[in-house]
């Protein structure tokens, strides 16, 4: 599984957030549980009907903000046209430039989908880093990018957006 490596310009997002942290996998059951509530509660509709919105792919980023105890906000977000007011009930963050790898989880079916997505991140840290000459930019905002190709009912992939420096040697 190898990466396409492209830079990409700064993305300003609105949409929900939390806070979770991936000590003891905390964010493996919270994210998900986020995203099936999310999906559920009327959020997902009303966002995608919001005059703001460019495009309906949605990220599902991560701002990391205590690497110590491993806390982080997660965001479910959409790209936002530039210049748009958005009403404060939306979380508004911008996703900074950055070198990204890029990976794309296997396809699967709305009960693996997010299994695969988690063994995705997991080949990820535990395969690709050690053996890449790259390493996580610090600061940066590591995503999700769910597109068309997450709405099929089988065969769903999901983009891994990576941001990545060379290691210092």
């Avoid at 059951?29 to 509709?45: H, L, N, S, T, V």
């Avoid at 996580?136 to 068309?148: I, N, P, R, S, T």
Wanted: hydrophobic fraction near 35%; aromatic fraction near 14%; proline fraction near 7%.
């Amino acid at each position: 599984m190898e990466p396409k490596m492209v830079k990409k310009p700064a993305v300003r997002i609105a949409g929900f957030a939390i806070r979770t942290r991936s000590k003891d996998g905390e964010n493996l059951k919270a994210i998900p549980q986020f995203w099936i509530d999310y999906m559920a509660d009327g959020r997902y509709e009303k966002l995608h009907k919001e005059a703001f919105l460019k495009s309906h792919e949605e990220y599902g980023a991560c701002f990391p903000e205590n690497p110590e105890n491993g806390e982080f906000e997660y965001v479910i977000g959409v790209e936002v046209k530039e210049g748009s007011d958005i009403p404060s009930e939306y979380h508004v963050c911008t996703i900074p430039e950055a070198l990204y790898a890029i990976f794309s989880s296997p396809p699967a079916d709305g009960a693996n989908f997010s299994p695969a997505i988690q063994g995705t991140w997991k080949y990820i840290f535990s395969e690709w880093f050690p053996a890449s000459g790259y390493e996580f930019a610090e600061g940066k905002v590591d995503f999700e990018l769910y597109d068309d190709r997450c709405m099929t009912e089988t065969g769903k992939v999901c983009d891994i957006y990576i941001p990545v420096c060379k290691k210092e040697t």
